[in-house]
């Protein structure tokens, strides 16, 4: 049950696209279709973004979006804007052990 | 609208017990997995449980099984994480979340958190 891999760290100015990575094994993120991302503000509860790979929720800005390539789970966020800053995490259902989840590491992304 | 709300966190020393409680409202409460997920002080988000509709199956991470317990109470919209054996590395902010979306494998809905401090 290791976390998925993200980078530390990702920024881009106003107005650009970044992407954010996440990188498992074949026994999770690479036969799952339940990747989830969520968004997380300084001393806020985490914020679902992205459910089941590419779907966002009601209420979730186009500009968010969600694709996945053999082991690895990516979010997209275009049009970069002041209130995208903040940590972003993956999720992934795991067949390795039935019922459990593991967590991304965690991205801060700033905009510049 | 769903909330969910949690409460029981606090200071105990190495080797007590806490049970956390986490109060739900809006429709359907039972109809619904229910999940414990905790986070660190400046560190990344954990899952630690989960627990099916009617409480038959339950699942949690390995760092916590022997020592956490979760269960729910569907006439009282409440599911439940007992900690027992606490660890100053347990030192965590404990949210409840609703499963939700698709596949309903993705956390919805979240609480506030609450606070569990161990000391040594």
């Known amino acids: 049950q290791s976390a998925l891999t993200q980078p530390a760290s990702v920024s881009g100015s106003p107005g650009q696209s970044i992407a954010i990575s996440c990188t498992g094994t074949?026994?999770?993120?690479?036969?799952?279709?339940?990747v989830s991302w969520y968004q997380q503000h300084p001393g806020k509860a985490p914020k679902l973004m992205i459910y089941?790979?590419?779907d966002r929720p009601s209420g979730v800005s186009n500009r968010f979006s969600g694709s996945k390539s053999g082991n690895t789970a990516s979010l997209t966020i275009s049009g970069l804007q002041a209130e995208d800053e903040a940590d972003y995490y993956c999720?992934?259902?795991?067949?390795?052990?039935?019922?459990?989840?593991?967590f991304g590491t965690g991205t801060k992304v700033t905009v510049l | 609208e769903v909330q969910l709300v949690e409460s029981g966190g606090g200071l105990v020393q190495s080797g007590g017990s806490l049970r956390l409680s986490c109060a739900a409202s809006?429709?359907?409460?039972?109809?619904?997995?229910m999940s414990w997920v905790r986070q660190a002080p400046g560190k990344g988000l954990e899952w630690v449980a989960n627990?099916?509709?009617?409480?038959?199956?339950?699942y949690h991470v390995d760092s916590v099984k022997g020592r956490f317990t979760i269960s729910r109470d569907n006439a009282k919209n409440s599911v439940y994480l007992q900690l027992d054996s606490l660890r100053v590395e347990d030192t965590a902010v404990y949210y409840c979340a609703r499963y939700c979306c698709g596949s309903g494998t993705s956390f919805g809905y979240w609480g506030q958190g609450t606070l569990v401090s161990v000391s040594s």
């Open positions: 074949s026994s999770d993120v690479g036969r799952s279709n339940s």
């Open positions: 627990i099916n509709q009617d409480g038959s199956q339950k």
């Open positions: 809006g429709l359907a409460f039972s109809n619904f997995w």
């Open positions: 999720c992934s259902y795991t067949d390795s052990t039935v019922g459990v989840y593991v």
């Open positions: 089941d790979v590419t």
